[in-house]
């Protein structure tokens, strides 16, 4: 899944760290995909939602998702479009609740679990308040960013099958930052296998909340984190 926004990078790899890996750098990891289609079917499906078309609105999303393009507002359009036709619909209710289901499940992976279950009202979502924001470079205070690199730096291991078969390259971490500066909804999204995609996600989880600055209160914010796996600094 990819989520198709401008993010931020935070530099880090399995070496001593320098002051320049503490500071974020403003990096384009999508593909080239048709994003004028992409955000011509986001902005129909909101049409749908706010003329309360909410059979339109589901089907609108089952083609952004397989664009593997969802944006949170989008996502919430539909939980909420699927829960007015739970309510509305007796014949199709079942398949609904099904389709539900799925959604939740997929959203923990996509957004996390504190995004995903603090689901937005009709009103936040129309008025485009219910949003996942990139990560600004101002949004960090640098105590966090140093806490948070030697936390990584501490936790990451060259897996053995990577240095037996002297594979090295960089692993794409995505990851959702809460409302409280807790990380959630982390996602490798680029991997090169031999236990570095794992080995990564165990090295950003259990870190240290951030504390994120926000003028206009607490948001949820995503990131990519790529994280280096480099033979010559492993064997120093």
Known sequence: MRIAILVIYLSLSHRVLSQSDYFPIIEDVTEEIDFESIEALSELQLDHFMKKEYVEVVNIYEDLERHQSINYQNYQATIFSIKQLIKSTKSERQIYQERLAKLKESGYSWFGKMATDDECSRKTILYDRCTIYPLGSFDLPKSDLLRFSQYVKENLKYPEEALKN??????????????????????????IGYGCDEAALTAVKGAPNFNIYRPFGPVYSVTILPITFNLNTAEN
């Open 166 to 191: 002297k594979v090295e390259g960089e692993v794409l971490v995505k990851l959702i930052i809460n409302k409280d500066g807790s990380i959630d909804g982390l996602e490798v999204i680029e991997g």
